[in-house]
């Protein structure tokens, strides 16, 4: 089993930051591929940002392109996704997802909330 737990979440103007982090415990030592995903209000779940076990690749999300940043800690077993320029329409439950076969999302996070104002 693993268990994922996102931190940073919060409440932030248009154009400010914020950093997520998602801490991994269980069987955090296999370094699983992990992704970040979110779910506002009224709408389906959707992926944002994931990171290769090792940390060599990433890939974005269309909308969030140039602005978010994803990384990770194996050290710390942490991921993180940087958020920069953040927008209204980026506020949504946020949550990190670990993929420890490379075929689906198996382990979720119980979500942190941002909400960027206007």
């Known amino acids: 089993q693993v268990q994922l737990v996102e931190s940073g979440g919060g409440l932030v103007q248009a154009g400010g930051s914020l950093r997520l982090s998602c801490e991994a415990s269980?069987?955090?030592?296999?370094?699983?591929?992990m992704g970040w995903f979110r779910q506002a209000p009224g709408k389906e779940r959707e992926f944002v940002a994931g990171?290769?076990?090792?940390?060599?690749?990433?890939y974005y999300a269309n909308p969030v392109k140039g602005r978010f940043t994803v990384f990770r800690d194996n050290a710390k077993n942490t991921v993180y996704l940087r958020m920069n320029s953040l927008k209204p329409e980026d506020t949504a439950v946020y949550y990190c997802?670990?993929?420890?076969?490379?075929?689906?999302?198996?382990?979720w996070g119980q979500g942190t909330q941002v909400t960027v104002s206007s």
């Open positions: 990171i290769s076990r090792s940390g060599g690749n990433t």
């Open positions: 269980g069987r955090a030592r296999d370094r699983f591929e």
């Open positions: 997802a670990a993929n420890p076969l490379g075929s689906k999302w198996d382990y």
